[in-house]
């Protein structure tokens, strides 16, 4: 099973990393739009901070394991990101769908990180069970602000409706 488990942890790594890589294309992507919501660029400036730390321990983890990224799998991901934040970018309500966007995205990269330290022991690599569990609650954190913080940002986005409609 140690084999298996190990094959599967090692791929999880690699999607991992993916995931990773069109998280901080979109955090760039969306802090760069988001003048006017100053506490939300704030907010995606400080997850860019901690998505580039994720990645660190991500390729980490993988080195451990004597294996590396897949640069396919980033890329592609990579090219998702910028794809899904350009479609954004051209709707009225950027800021709305950005947000929509990333409660979706952080609930994801949770359940990826809950997957990967299911896996550790079964793929004898417990070494890498307290860099996950930091990026774990990193994502945990984000997901809690956004979640604490739609109804805000929504009302915020009408005040600034309103005011160009004046």
């Not at 791929?11 to 802090?31: D, F, I, K, W, Y």
């Not at 100053?38 to 580039?52: D, G, V, Y």
């Not at 990967?116 to 930091?134: D, I, K, Q, W, Y």
């Amino acid at each position: 099973m140690a084999n298996t488990a190990r094959d599967i942890f090692v791929v999880g790594l690699r999607n991992a990393h993916a995931m990773e890589t069109q998280a901080r294309e979109l955090l760039e992507r969306q802090s760069e739009r988001m003048d006017e919501y100053p506490e939300f660029k704030a907010k995606l400036s400080e997850h860019l901070r901690e998505t580039n730390e994720q990645l660190k321990r991500l390729e980490q983890c993988l080195d451990a394991c004597g294996e590396s990224t897949s640069s396919l799998k980033d890329t592609a991901q990579s090219f998702m990101a910028n794809m899904m934040a350009m479609g954004h970018s051209m709707a009225g309500d950027e800021v709305l769908k950005n947000t929509f966007a990333d409660d979706a995205f952080e609930n994801y990269e949770i359940a990826a990180y809950k997957s990967l330290l299911a896996l550790c022991r079964a793929a004898g690599v417990e070494s890498a069970r307290a860099p996950l569990e930091t990026s774990l609650r990193e994502e945990e954190r984000m997901a809690e602000w956004i979640a604490n913080n739609v109804e805000k940002i929504t009302l915020e986005y009408v005040n600034h409706e309103q005011r160009k409609a004046a």
